[in-house]
């Protein structure tokens, strides 16, 4: 069977562009970003493979590919280019690109093309939060330990943190639905005693960040602390923002479905969440003001907005967490609750299509990379 023919878009390369690839019509493919990457394979080859399908103009190829989520920007190949060409910022716009592509309402499209609509855009959504957040009244003898009953009601926040974030599943979960439809269409897989294997295989990378340590192997990164890494930097905001998560189910089930006073799981895994959220986008901050490693070179607006409202969600939880603790009552600390709620509640509803989505794609493409890798294990033998 011959293969299906692939349309050509001419304007392919400056669409990637747009989302941050500066100087890519640079490269003449020589290739060495792709001999110099530590975790380019012979199967799964890039930068250079990706350079290539978006300077002739095969949108399917750069679409239905796993290679830009198998990249963790080290740098390495950037270092390295004898043109300048950034290769690893045009992996990084690859995986803006698969954002927006894969958000069928196309708003991550006009946020990462557009900074200032993005701000405008996630203001506009915080004040029509803040309207319903003050204007739903709870009961405030049913929650007698919420003391900012006076601005906003403790089941106002579960009431419109639930609708928010079914909304924000929904729309998470048809990424997922036209990714891996986009995945799979040109693959085939064994599937029999593959699935336990290669789920295993996913918990251990989010886990451990072991690829993306693999990744910095050869590295000058590696010579710093190990806690100032690339690997742990991602990992304590990805770990923090899971035990966020978490915190928030646990306050969700305990307190408003059950109606008890036993907040103690939620607000141990709260503060570890949290320290590990601020460590870690402190960190990223840090290292994007420097910029002293060629990864941390180059931020797009998008990225910096999302590392400020990381930051301003664990500050704000900060404060709250010390508020509630010292029994501390006061307008200034009812409207910082506001602030947090809202910031937490619109993050939820961003997380399709922000840099956070990373959390749910590059498993995705894990995934179907470790798949097929048994799967020619199998067919060799």
């Known amino acids: 069977m011959s293969p299906t023919p692939k349309k050509i878009n001419p304007h392919l390369l400056d669409e990637i562009k747009s989302y941050g690839a500066f100087d890519i019509s640079a490269c003449f493919n020589c290739g ?58 045009y992996m990084a716009a690859l995986r803006r690109y698969h954002i927006a592509e894969n958000d069928f309402l196309g708003l991550a499209k006009i946020l990462y093309r557009h900074p200032l609509i993005m701000i405008i855009f996630t203001v506009f959504i915080a004040a029509l939060l803040s309207f319903f957040l003050v204007g739903i009244k709870g009961d405030p003898e049913k929650f007698r330990q919420w003391i900012f009953s006076n601005l906003v009601a403790y089941e106002a926040i579960h009431l419109i943190g639930t609708i928010v974030g079914a909304l924000g599943a929904l729309a998470m979960l048809s990424g997922v639905i036209i990714y891996f439809k986009r995945l799979t269409k040109e693959r085939a897989f064994v599937f029999k ?28 990164l590696t010579k710093r602390p190990w806690y100032l890494r690339p690997r742990f930097v991602h990992g304590f905001i990805l770990w923090g923002f899971l035990s966020l998560l978490a915190a928030t189910t646990f306050d969700f089930f305990f307190i408003y479905l059950l109606g008890t006073s036993f907040y103690f799981p939620a607000r141990l895994t709260g503060t570890i969440g949290g320290l590990m959220l601020m460590y870690g986008v402190s960190v990223a901050i840090f290292e994007r003001v420097r910029k002293h490693h060629r990864h941390s070179q180059h931020t797009h607006p998008a990225d910096a907005w999302l590392l400020f409202f ?50 749910v794609y590059r498993p995705m493409a894990l995934f179907i990379y470790h798949l097929q890798q048994k799967t020619k294990e199998i067919n060799n033998v």
């Open 193 to 220: 005693g593959q699935i336990f294997s290669t789920c295993l295989f996913i918990f251990k990378e989010i886990m451990t960040m072991k690829r993306h340590g693999d990744c910095l192997d050869e590295s000058s």
């Open 32 to 89: 060495n970003c792709t001999a110099v990457c530590p975790l380019s394979k012979e199967e799964n080859s890039f930068p250079r493979k990706m350079i290539r399908s978006g300077q002739i103009g095969i949108k399917e190829n750069l679409l239905n590919g796993v290679e830009p989520w198998l990249c963790y920007y080290c740098g390495e190949c950037s270092e390295t280019c004898p043109r300048q060409a950034e290769p690893g910022e």
């Open 310 to 359: 990381l930051f301003m969600l664990g500050f704000t939880g900060f404060w709250l967490e010390i508020v509630v603790m010292a029994e501390i009552s006061g307008p200034l600390h009812y409207w910082i609750l506001l602030l947090h709620a809202v910031m937490a509640i619109e993050l939820i509803q961003l997380v399709a299509i922000t840099k956070l989505a990373h959390a």
